[in-house]
């Protein structure tokens, strides 16, 4: 007979195991993690149609773009030039003039590798578009419907008055910049900081890019033109449409790190299964 030892002292507390997430975030999750990746390698294809950005109605004056990937030639070579407001940035290899899939140089915004299909083909990549982010609406409605009616909204991500009193507000930034993470009865619960990130994602950043999106559908705009008024013109709405993108992508990652610098596998666990084992607080 084998005798198995644990590390663990007789008189140890046990690690508590809860079910931290449920069936429907699971599933709305997950399903996000693939649709809006391929929408925004789709939507990077389409930028690179035109890969400028400005603000108005249908862009007075387009000539001076306030954000423009190109090539600069002067001196007789070329290199990936990001112009944004007043400032140019060098980014060749990356933006403006990186190399395609057969390894040659070419001119275009974004790099083959992350766009797609990954040649320049607008009308398929406006196809793969379109459909993604109607699959991306349905799967938001469900979250939202359900999670208002089950309560997960107002139990998991509405902030309370005690979590936005300055003092605690205070503390859980403190935390996050000395990436301690909570432990104990905290972690079986959202922190404040994650509660405002999560909202402002879901109720203002998503919202805001499939508002944008729907205005440039020339259907949707001729349907209900108030839109185009509502985001500032056309390409107001196209520039908002890239920034929000944007945003999104920079919480993605930042979310990301929180997830490896928490534990990756307990985390990711708990979005699979919803098992999730509550951090205890070292002792000694």
Do not use: C
Not at 41 to 59: C, D, E, K, T, V
Not at 157 to 164: M, Q, S
Not at 167 to 186: A, F, Q, T
Not at 234 to 242: K, Y
């Amino acid at each position: 007979m084998t005798t198995v030892t644990s590390d663990l002292a007789p008189d140890a507390p046990r690690p508590e195991v809860i079910r931290r997430h449920g069936v429907v975030v699971r599933i709305t999750h997950w399903i996000n993690v693939v649709v809006i990746s391929l929408l925004l390698m789709s939507g990077l294809n389409i930028f690179n149609a035109h890969p400028r950005l400005y603000w108005g109605q249908a862009g007075a004056d387009f000539d001076r773009p306030w954000l423009e990937l190109t090539i600069d030639t002067a001196g007789g070579g070329a290199r990936g030039v990001a112009h944004i407001g007043g400032a140019d940035i060098t980014t060749t290899g990356l933006l403006g003039l990186s190399r395609g899939p057969d390894g040659h140089w070419q001119i275009q915004g974004f790099p083959s590798w992350a766009t797609l299909p990954a040649r320049r083909d607008l009308a398929t990549a406006r196809r793969w578009h379109f459909f993604l982010a109607w699959l991306f609406v349905i799967n938001g409605a469900a979250y939202w419907l359900i999670g208002l009616a089950g309560g997960h909204l107002r139990r998991d991500i509405a902030p309370t008055r005690r979590d936005l009193a300055p003092r605690n507000l205070w503390r859980s930034i403190v935390d996050h910049l000395r990436l301690k993470h909570p432990v104990g009865e905290e972690a079986k619960r959202y922190n404040v900081l994650q509660k405002l990130a999560y909202l402002a994602v879901i109720a203002l950043l998503l919202p805001a890019m499939v508002l944008t999106g729907l205005t440039l559908s020339p259907g949707v705009d001729a349907a209900i033109p108030q839109l185009t008024t509502l985001f500032g013109g056309r390409q107001s709405a196209r520039a908002i449409h890239f920034i929000t993108a944007n945003l999104i992508v920079l919480f993605v990652i930042v979310h990301l790190v929180e997830v490896v610098l928490a534990g990756a596998w307990n985390e990711i666990r708990s979005m699979i299964t919803g098992r999730y084992v509550v951090p205890m607080e070292k002792h000694g």
